[in-house]
């Protein structure tokens, strides 16, 4: 019996070390969804000097907890070429890279 309340304390102590705050989340994903915004405005724009900034980031729910993915969700405004333009970049927390959503003009 001493042995699996050890070996359910190690599995606990791991799982919490693993763990990342929200803002952690967010941290490590932020360069990657600014690069993927660039790169999908500066094609739109012809403007391969364009340069990006996040405007406001959020980690988003899956709508069901038994299927779905959480997501990190960034806007990013992206200017260049006398160019301005935001773009919603979402990143699933399931390994899969960022993708560029529609833009909001």
């Known amino acids: 019996m001493m042995k699996f309340h050890v070996f359910a304390a190690t599995i606990c102590a ?3 070390a693993g763990c990342q705050t ?8 932020q360069q990657q969804a600014i690069q993927t ?10 403007c391969p000097s364009a340069t990006g900034q996040v405007l406001s980031r959020q980690m988003i729910e899956p709508v069901s907890i038994r299927f779905g993915v959480q ?13 301005r333009q935001t773009i919603v970049v ?12 529609g833009s909001r003009e």
């Not at 915004?37 to 012809?46: G, L, T």
């Open 22 to 29: 929200t803002d952690q989340q967010l941290d490590a994903e």
């Open 14 to 16: 791991l799982g919490l």
């Open 37 to 46: 915004a660039v790169s999908r405005v500066s094609f739109d724009m012809n």
């Open 71 to 83: 997501r990190a969700e960034y806007t990013i405004g992206v200017e260049g070429c006398g160019q």
């Open 90 to 101: 979402l990143c699933p927390q399931d390994g899969s890279g960022c993708f560029a959503g």
